[in-house]
T-cell receptor, first 115, second 113 residues
Framework: AQSVTQLGSHVSVSEGALVLLRCNYSSSVPPYLFWYVQYPNQGLQLLLKYTSAATLVKGINGFEAEFKKSETSFHLTKPSAHMSDAAEYFC?????????????FGKGTHLIIQP | DARVTQTPRHKVTEMGQEVTMRCQPILGHNTVFWYRQTMMQGLELLAYFRNRAPLDDSGMPKDRFSAEMPDATLATLKIQPSEPRDSAVYFCASAPSGANVLTFGAGSRLTVL
């Protein structure tokens, strides 16, 4: 079985500060990992995905994530937070070769940006 | 810009009533998912279809929930009878063949009184 754990249900940073959202995974097979963002009253939007190519993945809106097998982590970062980054962020997992068999999501991290 | 369309966006109903939520997947996407989002449980996979055939509905309460794909352009999720604990946001998502990137609709917010 696969799972992801997001550390911290709420993260608060100042505008312009580094954003770090943590995700650790558990999988018995090579995983595919994803970060999605959800703005209020909207569906989930793909930020970036790791599918066993480069371990450092760049996504939209200046976000990036690094796959670290030794730490079973896939943390999401952004060098400088913007007010528009305030949203709910979800880490998700599937497995290589799993095709579109559905993603398993973490509980989500609510990112708060302080002016 | 291709998108997944869900209706209704909001639904308030009384306990015991039937509720039907509809989803139009992106044209050409052959896999359709239903997720439920609540504060307590987060995002839960209820069911999914590939080429209109149900592949997994183990996440769905069988006694009151049913999901179907009458045709390639329509997926439905029905709750009968509805209960207050069904109050949640229900998301539909679709994906093309062999791909594991899901595109989500905006969701249907259900409130059962």
């Amino acid at each position: 079985a696969q799972s992801v754990t997001q550390l911290g249900s709420h993260v608060s940073v100042s505008e312009g500060a580094l954003v770090l959202l943590r995700c650790n995974y558990s999988s018995s097979v090579p995983p595919y990992l994803f970060w999605y963002v959800q703005y209020p009253n909207q569906g989930l939007q793909l930020l970036l995905k790791y599918t066993s190519a480069a371990t450092l993945v760049k996504g939209i809106n200046g976000f990036e994530a690094e796959f670290k097998k030794s730490e079973t982590s896939f943390h999401l970062t952004k060098p400088s937070a913007h007010m528009s980054d305030a949203a709910e962020y979800f880490c998700a997992i599937n497995y290589s070769g799993g095709g579109a068999d559905g993603l398993t999501f973490g509980k989500g991290t609510h990112l708060i940006i302080q002016p | 810009d291709a998108r997944v369309t869900q209706t209704p966006r909001h639904k308030v109903t009384e306990m015991g009533q039937e509720v039907t939520m509809r989803c139009q997947p992106i044209l050409g996407h052959n896999t359709v998912f239903w997720y439920r989002q609540t504060m307590m449980q987060g995002l839960e996979l209820l069911a999914y279809f590939r080429n209109r055939a149900p592949l997994d509905d183990s996440g769905m309460p069988k006694d009151r929930f049913s999901a179907e794909m009458p045709d390639a352009t329509l997926a439905t999720l029905k709750i009968q009878p509805s209960e207050p604990r069904d109050s949640a946001v229900y998301f539909c998502a679709s994906a093309p063949s062999g791909a594991n990137v899901l595109t989500f609709g905006a969701g249907s917010r259900l409130t059962v009184l």
